[in-house]
């Protein structure tokens, strides 16, 4: 049976919660009053008094506090026994076991339960002016049409949907028909190029259905999605069946594998029998009946870059995701009941997982689903869009704000912004000019910015400044304080922790969270590889920080060789893999980009003999990583190169050729492990060259 939302009545009541809530939490009657307005479940932890000591418990009897949230923030339809088994040494991240739910429920059916008239989507299309607001009670139903099509072509439990698809409400249905019929869903985000499609594909076996629409439009552009996905398929022989939506009118060639959505919702009608509609409540006359999933069944993948040329794709699992997810959307954002939450991240990143999708649905929140780009058809779109819509929160990426910063402060002020509370950043360190134009012209010095720091791994948000006390200081420029139960430590390049502040060093977490990831798709081994093996008994983030003397966390970048472009990750060898037939060797470094955050910098060396025109062989190789990759993984430059400056063992330097293109010669540290030193200043010399070329 679901349960309501509130859990406060028949699970509460039952002698089995009165007996493990006994066991879990140690009711106290003194701390209930201010504390319980802030998170009303927390008022029965002991010694609970105020929001730090809140803090500090989250993280002192972490188990304590997450059980409390998880009984009070989801709908079980089995409590769990069992609140966390984890060992980090061994990779292992379990919650909540024994607990059976199902996601799409959490999402949806307990909002139409008290409230099925109140709006769930809001989609800003991108022809300006023409949104369009979709109910709760009418997602549901989507949702449910599209787990019983599912279904009905032989998705079962256990399996996985390749979603690749624009930001657009039948993507969110797809996503949730997946949860409920207890498939996995894979979302490609949909500026992919074919082979990255086909990649993430084929990585998992199981993979035998794809969702997508016939074109894709973005800042006035058609992309042809459809067609990329027919190129992919030609290397995904697995995939049995392409349902197709159409976006626009235009009609798109199909193949004995696709199936048009649109004749599925026609054909639906005339099998009502075979579907199993019932009368539910009056109108809602589609039934789906959900999954009963465990806690720790699959949720979703998502593939990301890593510092090898191979996507990973980050498994994320049912209901401590769910809950993460929540938690952070509700008090990061300062989210209230009836707030507009806008989060104008594409639905193919994490961030548009836990904070377009899960995290605002399972709170009950209006979401926006924002289709186009920060310019079209003028740099006042998302104000424009707050004004509209009544937005209440705002949250993006520094390299929109730094670009809309350039265009002056007329387009922000032409808007009335006055439904702003709340402005969230994400993706990259925002600098602190962009952080100050952003409080001061966007939310007229009266709005907190949240700099949001955590990852496709982290599963929602780990560091920000909120929550924290209403009148706590924000500095500019820094994600600041942790989240409940999150316990980050500094390490050393001994790999010993660093204990004291005024410090940096590499970013890892000491303690497990509900939202974390809990493999690699396929490959355990490199999960345990990448982020429990460099300091054993902790999560390593593959990022450094700072911590001010204050105890505030300061992001300061990747320690490993991913480059962020634009707040999209992209590992330097995945660029590197793009193979030429002229190309002997390349290496890729990321370097300082005013709007970017990062760009690509390439250096390629040509096979001998090769007579090209290195202007032509440029395009050319910008064409193939679009191609390829995506166009944002493009380089900005592409400098030739003799050689390439290397160790003695044949690595190639990449650390020595960043401070070259960042101009830090200074910094150019030991070069003695060097095979043949004069390879750097050849490179100096060229990179003068080329960079006049270029400017
Ligand atoms: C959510 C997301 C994660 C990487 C992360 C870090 C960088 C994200 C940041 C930030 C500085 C912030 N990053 N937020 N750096 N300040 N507020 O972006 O996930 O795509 O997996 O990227 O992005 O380097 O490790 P993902």
């Known amino acids: 049976m679901w349960l309501p939302c509130g859990c406060t009545s028949k699970y509460v009541a039952s002698s089995f919660a009165r007996r493990t809530l006994a066991s879990y939490l140690h009711v106290s009657g003194r701390s209930r009053c201010n504390v319980a307005a802030f998170m009303p479940e927390a008022a029965g932890l002991e010694g609970v008094s105020g ?69 769930a989507l809001i989609w800003e299309r991108d022809e300006r002016g023409s949104e369009m607001k979709y109910t709760y009670g009418e997602l549901l139903e989507m949702t449910c049409r599209l787990g019983n099509l599912l279904r009905r072509h032989g998705v079962k439990r256990g399996d996985c949907v390749t979603i690749y698809m624009p930001t657009c409400p ?35 076996e199981m993979l035998l259905l794809i969702i997508t629409v016939n074109q894709g439009v973005r800042g006035g552009k058609v992309t042809e999605l459809k067609k990329t996905v027919d190129t992919a398929m030609q290397s995904c022989p697995t995939v049995k069946q392409v349902f197709v939506a159409m976006r626009t009118d235009n009609p798109v060639t199909m193949t004995a594998r696709d199936i048009a959505m649109e004749e599925v919702r026609e054909q639906k009608a005339n099998q009502i029998l075979e579907i199993q509609i019932q009368a539910v409540e009056g109108e809602f006359d589609v039934v789906c009946e959900p999954a009963v999933m465990n806690s720790e069944d699959v949720l979703f993948l998502l593939y990301t870059s890593g510092s090898t040329g191979k996507p990973k794709g980050l498994v994320h699992t049912q209901a401590g995701y769910l809950l ?177 502040n005024n410090t940096s060093g590499a970013l890892c977490m000491a303690q497990p969270w509900p939202g974390m990831a809990r493999t690699i798709h396929n490959n355990h081994q490199r999960f345990i590889d990448t982020y429990f093996q460099p300091y054993p008994g902790y999560f390593f983030t593959g990022d450094g920080a700072y911590r001010s003397e204050e105890g505030y966390y300061q992001i300061t970048g990747r320690l490993d060789d991913v480059i962020n472009v634009s707040g999209h990750r992209i590992g330097t060898a995945e660029i590197e893999d793009v193979v030429c037939p002229a190309v002997a060797e390349s290496a890729v470094v990321g370097y300082t980009h005013s709007i970017k955050g990062q760009g690509v910098y390439a250096f ?47 690595k190639i330097m990449r650390r020595v050729l960043r401070k070259v293109v960042e101009s830090d010669l200074e910094g150019l540290g030991d070069l003695s492990t060097l095979d043949d030193p004069a390879a750097v200043q050849e490179i100096i010399q060229d990179l003068c060259l080329c960079m006049n070329t270029y400017f």
């Not at 089995?78 to 292992?92: A, I, M, Y």
């Not at 509209?388 to 002056?408: D, E, M, S, V």
């Not at 395009?619 to 003695?648: C, H, W």
């Open 324 to 500: 993460y997810a929540a938690l952070t959307h509700r008090y990061v954002f300062s989210y209230h009941d009836g707030d507009v939450f806008g989060c104008v991240a594409d639905i193919g990143w994490i961030t548009g997982h836990s904070y377009v999708v899960y995290g605002p649905l399972a709170n009950g929140a209006t979401t926006v689903l924002f289709e186009s780009t920060p310019i079209y058809p003028d740099p006042g779109r998302y104000w424009d869009m707050v004004e509209r819509l009544k937005i209440n929160q705002f949250y993006g990426a520094p390299t929109a704000i730094r670009l809309l910063l350039k265009y002056g402060d007329q387009w922000v002020n032409k808007y009335d912004r006055s439904t702003l509370k709340t402005l969230g950043s994400v993706g990259e360190p925002i600098n602190t000019e962009a952080w100050e134009w952003y409080h001061r012209v966007v939310g007229d010095g009266r709005c907190p910015v949240v700099d949001t720091w955590w990852q496709t791994e982290t599963g929602g948000i780990c560091i920000a400044p909120r929550p924290s006390d209403p009148d706590a200081e924000i500095v500019p420029g820094m994600a600041m304080r942790p989240f409940f139960g999150i316990n980050p430590v500094l390490m050393d390049t001994e790999g010993e922790v660093l204990t004291s």
């Open 170 to 204: 039948l993507a969110v249905a797809s996503m949730l028909a997946c949860a409920r019929i207890g498939a996995a869903h894979n979302v490609v985000f949909a500026g992919f190029s074919a082979d990255a499609l086909a990649e993430r594909i084929r990585d998992g």
């Open 604 to 650: 390629v060396v040509l096979k001998k003999g090769i007579d090209v025109q290195e202007a032509d062989l440029s395009r050319q190789l910008n064409g193939m990583v679009s191609e390829k990759i995506a166009k944002y993984a493009s380089p900005d430059f592409i400098q030739f190169a003799k050689r390439l400056p290397k160790t003695r063992s044949g």
């Open 51 to 119: 929001r730090a000591a809140l803090r500090e418990l989250s993280v002192s009897n972490s188990e304590s506090f997450w059980a409390a949230v998880a009984r009070h923030r989801l709908c079980w339809s089995t409590p769990f026994h069992t609140v966390q088994d984890c060992d980090l040494s061994r990779g292992k991240i379990k919650w909540f076991e024994g607990g059976k739910l199902n996601v799409s429920v959490n999402c949806l059916d307990r909002h139409v339960h008290t409230c099925p008239e109140r709006v």
